[in-house]
C-alpha cells in the first residue's frame, strides 16, 4: 500500500486536479453564458419566434452545428492559430480554454434551445396578452420557465467538458488529462493512470450530484 | 382561408357577453382578435372609442393592459408562486413594491384563495388556478375581461364556481366580459347577450332569454337542446308552439307569489295556457317558466299586465303573428 502510494507524486496530482478544476469552472462559466446566449438566438430567430429571422437563424444554427460535430481532438488542432492569436501562446490551461469553450457552448446551446421549445407557448401569449414587451417575455417567462432544463442541460454540458480538458491534457494544457498521458501512460505508471481517473470520477459525481439538486430545486411543476 | 368574415359584434359596457359555436367555428380566433393576438385582415376594433386597429406596436401593448384574459389551459408560469404570478402584470407597470404587495392580498382576498399566497401553480387545482388566472387578469383593473373557454377544462361544480365568481366580478366592479364556450349552460349561468358563431360567421344573436326559447337557426336549436336535454326537468318542445301563440317566459325573486300569479293565469278562462317548461337559471329566482298563450291579444296584455304587477318578471319571447 505505502509503495502504492509513494509511486504517486502527489503534490504533481493535486496540482493537476487544481488546472482541471480550473479549465472547468472556467470554460463553465463561458459555455454557461455563451450557450444560453445562442440557445437563445437560435429559439428566438426561428421560424414563429419573437424575433423570426431566417438568415441569423441559418447563420447560427450552421454555426452550432459545426463545431457541435467536430471532434473535440480535432478542434484543438484547429484553432491553434485562433488560440496564438488571442493569448499568445498554445501551452498552458489558460491556452485549453478557447478551445473547450468552443467545443461545449454550441452544444451546451442546442440544449438551451430544447429548453425554451419546452416552454408553453400558451405562457407566453398570456404574457403578450398583458402587455410585455419581448424583452419582458425573455427575462420574466422564457429564462425563468426553462431553468431546470438550463440548469439540467448545463450539469451534462459540464460533464461533457470535463472530458475535453483532459483531452486537451493530452497536448499539453496540463491538468489530469497531461499527468494520466506523461507521468502515467507514457512511464508506464498504471497506478497514476488510475488515480488521476478516480479523481476525474469524484469531480464527475459530485457535478452530476450538485447538477441534479439545483435542477430539483428550480423544477416548481 | 377563412376562420371569420363579416363578423360584426358590439358589446355594452358592464355587459356579460357569451359567443357560443361548435370548435373550429372561429370563437377562438374571434376572442382573440379582440386584443389583436390574432390580427384581422380587414375590419376594426374598438375598445372605449380606441380603435386597437390603427395602434402602434408600443400602443397596443399599453391598450393591453386594461384588457384581462383568462385561458383554459390557465397559462400560468409554473415558476412563480401564486402571489407572484399575480404581481406579473403589476411588474409590467411598474407598480411601487409596496402597493404590488397590497394590490395582490387584495386580489387573493377578491378571488377566494387566501393562504395560496406562497403556493406554486402545481399544487393547485383546476379551479383554483383559473382563480388565480383571474385575479392575474384583473390585476391592473382592466375595462373588458376575455374569456377563452375559461371552464372547458374544469368539471361542472367548479365550473359552476368560477361562474359564479366572474358573475360577482361583473357585478361588484361593473366589468364588461366577453366570453367564448361551447357549453350553453355557461352562457345560460351568467351571459346577459349571446352570439352564436357557425363557420366563422354570426347566425344569431340577442339576449339569452329571447334566443333561448326561441331560437331561429338550426345550430342554435341544437345548443338549446343538448342543454334543456341534459338539465331541464321538462323537455321544452317548441315546434309546438304555434304561429298564433304568444310565448313568453316568466321569473320571479317570490315564489310563492310567483305560484299565486300562475295559478291565476292558468285560470283564466278567456286564455288557452299552455306551460312548456322550465329553463334552469343561476338560481330558483333566475328560472324561467315558458309558457304560451293563445287568445285575444288585448286579453294577452292585460294577463301580461297582471303577471307584472304581481311581481313576476315577463318576457316576451315570441309574439303572435
Redesign the interface.
Known amino acids: 500500500m505505502s509503495e502504492w502510494v509513494q509511486s504517486v507524486d502527489w503534490p504533481s496530482m493535486w496540482l493537476s486536479t487544481g488546472q482541471t478544476l480550473y479549465m472547468t469552472a472556467i470554460s463553465g462559466v463561458f459555455t454557461f453564458f455563451l450557450g444560453i446566449a445562442l440557445g437563445l438566438l437560435l429559439y428566438l430567430t426561428a421560424k414563429g419566434g419573437l424575433y423570426e429571422n431566417p438568415i441569423i437563424y441559418k447563420l447560427i444554427a450552421s454555426f452550432v452545428n459545426v463545431f457541435r460535430s467536430i471532434p473535440f481532438i480535432i478542434l484543438i488542432i484547429l484553432l491553434i492559430p485562433f488560440t496564438v492569436l488571442i493569448l499568445g501562446t498554445m501551452i498552458g490551461a489558460t491556452a485549453a480554454l478557447p478551445s473547450i469553450i468552443i467545443g461545449a457552448a454550441p452544444f451546451y446551446a442546442r440544449l438551451v434551445e430544447i429548453g425554451l421549445r419546452e416552454v408553453d407557448k400558451g405562457v407566453i401569449e398570456a404574457a403578450q396578452a398583458m402587455g410585455a414587451t419581448r424583452l419582458q417575455i425573455i427575462w420574466k417567462v422564457l429564462l425563468p420557465e426553462s431553468l431546470p432544463s438550463v440548469s439540467s442541460g448545463m450539469t451534462v454540458a459540464l460533464i461533457a467538458l470535463i472530458g475535453n480538458t483532459a483531452m486537451a491534457g493530452v497536448v499539453g494544457a496540463g491538468g489530469l488529462g497531461t499527468i494520466a498521458y506523461n507521468e502515467g501512460f507514457e512511464a508506464n505508471n498504471n497506478t497514476i493512470t488510475f488515480i488521476a481517473t478516480i479523481i476525474i470520477l469524484i469531480i464527475v459525481f459530485f457535478i452530476q450530484y450538485i447538477g441534479d439538486r439545483i435542477t430539483r430545486h428550480v423544477d416548481k411543476r | 382561408m377563412r376562420a371569420l368574415s363579416d363578423v360584426s359584434l358590439s358589446i355594452q359596457e358592464g355587459e356579460v357577453f357569451g359567443i357560443i359555436g361548435y370548435s373550429g367555428a372561429g370563437k377562438s380566433t374571434l376572442i382573440r382578435m379582440i386584443?389583436l393576438?390574432e390580427k384581422p385582415t380587414a375590419g376594426t376594433i374598438t375598445i372605449d372609442g380606441r380603435s386597437l386597429t390603427d395602434l402602434d406596436e408600443r400602443q397596443?401593448?399599453?391598450?393591453?393592459?386594461s384588457?384581462g384574459?383568462i385561458?383554459q389551459?390557465f397559462?400560468?408560469?409554473?415558476?412563480?408562486t401564486v402571489a407572484e404570478n399575480i404581481a406579473?402584470?403589476l411588474?409590467?407597470t411598474k407598480l411601487k413594491k409596496k402597493q404590488r404587495k397590497e394590490r395582490i392580498s387584495e386580489l387573493i382576498r377578491m378571488v377566494g384563495l387566501e393562504g395560496k399566497a406562497a403556493a406554486?401553480?402545481?399544487q393547485l387545482s383546476g379551479g383554483q388556478k383559473q382563480r388565480v388566472g383571474i385575479a392575474?387578469a384583473l390585476a391592473?383593473n382592466p375595462k373588458v375581461l376575455?374569456c377563452d373557454e375559461a371552464t372547458s377544462a374544469l368539471d361542472p361544480k367548479t365550473t359552476d364556481s368560477i361562474l359564479t365568481l366572474l358573475k360577482e366580478i361583473n357585478k361588484t366592479l361593473g366589468l364588461t366580459i366577453i366570453l367564448i364556450t361551447h357549453e350553453m349552460t355557461v352562457i345560460q349561468k351568467i351571459c346577459d347577450r349571446v352570439a352564436v358563431l357557425d363557420g366563422g360567421k354570426i347566425v344569431e344573436q340577442g339576449t339569452v332569454a329571447s334566443v333561448f326559447s326561441n331560437p331561429r337557426q338550426t345550430i342554435t336549436q341544437e345548443f338549446v337542446g343538448t342543454h334543456t336535454g341534459k338539465k331541464a326537468p321538462f323537455q321544452i318542445d317548441y315546434s309546438a308552439a304555434h304561429a298564433e301563440e304568444t310565448v313568453i317566459s316568466l321569473s320571479s325573486d317570490d315564489q310563492i307569489a310567483f305560484q299565486r300569479a300562475l295559478s291565476h293565469l292558468l285560470g283564466n278562462a278567456r286564455l288557452s295556457v299552455k306551460v312548456f317548461g322550465l329553463v334552469r337559471g343561476e338560481s330558483v329566482r333566475t328560472d324561467r317558466t315558458i309558457v304560451s298563450l293563445q287568445g285575444a291579444s288585448e286579453i294577452i296584455h292585460k294577463a301580461i299586465d297582471d303577471l307584472r304587477s304581481e311581481g313576476v318578471r315577463v318576457e316576451v319571447t315570441k309574439k303572435n303573428e
Open positions: 386584443n393576438l397596443l401593448r399599453e391598450e393591453r393592459r384588457i384574459m385561458f389551459h397559462n400560468l408560469l409554473w415558476s412563480r406579473f402584470p411588474e409590467l406554486y401553480p402545481a392575474r391592473n376575455l
